[in-house]
């Protein structure tokens, strides 16, 4: 099983809004990751947590708040956003060590911001 | 530089036909990863296949198989008896260290098979 469960797959939000986003995994992965992917582009790293703790913040916005509750849950909470922020936000996890190290990723959310 | 260079920017091929996606990467780390992914128009990153830098054998997944050319630092993706349900975006990608959290993507390539 290498399902990550992204929830929601869609969202549609004002400037002025608060939302989240939330993703779930029961692999036993102790990596998790935020990735925003604009049309026709890779998939840009915004966050990582590893072992539930932050390890990696590529110098997001800080209208962009990552949460990790447990090892199994990771949560993405928006605000303020503006309409360049509309975009693919994919989750993916990982093992933490081994060589292969493989990203498994959700199916995403496509927010707008209107 | 671009750690991994996609020069296609689309292909096309024949239904049952076999394909090469080219992927070049730019490393100067002895120990790393490439891996392919599928991202069809529904969003999701599929992983597809993994090479590792100390891999002897080229990586075969049922109809993927990676054409790992350490010298040329070239991993291609080939993909044979090509299906509608190939047509895709594909990306090449790599992680430079044991255990690293970064994944270099490619720009990708948009992959159209033809019935």
């Known amino acids: 099983d290498t399902e990550v469960t992204q929830t929601p797959k869609h969202l549609v939000m004002g400037m002025t809004n608060k939302k989240s986003l939330k993703c779930e995994q029961h692999?036993?992965?102790?990596?998790m990751y935020w990735y925003k992917q604009k049309a026709k582009k890779p998939p840009e790293l915004m966050f990582v947590?590893?072992?539930?703790?932050?390890?990696i913040n590529e110098s997001v916005p800080s209208r962009f708040s990552p949460e990790c509750p447990n090892s199994s849950l990771l949560n993405l909470h928006l605000h303020a956003l503006q309409p360049e922020d509309s975009a693919l936000y994919l989750c993916?996890?990982?093992?933490?060590?081994?060589?292969?190290?493989?990203?498994?990723f959700g199916a995403g959310t496509r927010l707008s911001v209107l | 530089a671009q750690k991994i260079t996609q020069t296609q920017p689309g292909m096309f091929v024949q239904e049952k036909e076999a394909v090469t996606l080219d992927c070049t990467y730019d490393?100067?780390?002895?120990?790393?990863?490439l891996f392919w992914y599928k991202q069809p128009s529904s969003g999701e990153m599929i992983f597809l296949i993994y090479?590792?830098?100390?891999?002897?054998q080229n990586a075969t997944e049922g109809r993927y198989s990676l054409n790992f050319q350490k010298a040329r630092k070239s991993a291609n993706l080939v993909i044979s008896a090509s299906q509608l349900g190939d047509s895709a975006m594909y990306f090449c990608?790599?992680?430079?260290?044991?255990?690293?959290?970064?994944?270099?993507f490619g720009t990708g390539t948009r992959l159209t098979v033809i019935p």
């Open positions: 993916a996890s990982s093992r933490e060590r081994g060589a292969k190290n493989i990203q498994y």
């Open positions: 692999m036993g992965h102790r990596a």
């Open positions: 947590y590893s072992y539930e703790k932050l390890s």
């Open positions: 490393t100067s780390d002895p120990s790393y990863g």
């Open positions: 090479q590792g830098s100390y891999d002897q």
């Open positions: 990608a790599m992680r430079e260290a044991p255990g690293a959290n970064n994944l270099f």
